[in-house]
Nanobody, 116 residues
Framework: QVQLVESGGGLVQAGGSLRLSCAAS????????MGWYRQAPGKQRELVADIRSGGITNFAESVKGRFTISRDNAKNTVYLQMNSLNPEDTAVYYCNVQPWNSRHYWGQGTQVTVSS
């Protein structure tokens, strides 16, 4: 089993920044993919960004140039730095990790609200 602890969500004004963190613990040797998804009210959950063990990153078009993703393998932690936030970024953000040779695991979600 893998446990994920997310932190860093909150309320911010448009144009502001937030940094999300997600720390993984449990029974695994190492993690292949770490990422963030989000789900706004009435919408499907969508990929925001992910990062593979070799450092390759992938971003949704809507966040390119504004968000960055990074990971600390020693701490099994992934970070999402969100800059130039706008109200359309308002959603519940979910951490997702996939250890090698294992399934995906989800965090409990953290609310991000951007006021106009």
């Amino acid at each position: 089993q893998v446990q994920l602890v997310e932190s860093g969500g909150g309320l911010v004004q448009a144009g502001g920044s937030l940094r999300l963190s997600c720390a993984a613990s449990g029974s695994f040797y190492s993690i292949n993919v770490m990422g963030w998804y989000r789900q706004a009210p009435g919408k499907q959950r969508e990929l925001v960004a992910d990062i593979r063990s070799g450092g390759i990153t992938n971003f949704a078009e809507s966040v390119k140039g504004r968000f960055t993703i990074s990971r600390d393998n020693a701490k099994n932690t992934v970070y999402l730095q969100m800059n130039s936030l706008n109200p359309e970024d308002t959603a519940v953000y979910y951490c997702n990790v996939q250890p090698w040779n294992s399934r995906h695991y989800w965090g409990q979600g953290t609310q991000v609200t951007v006021s106009s």
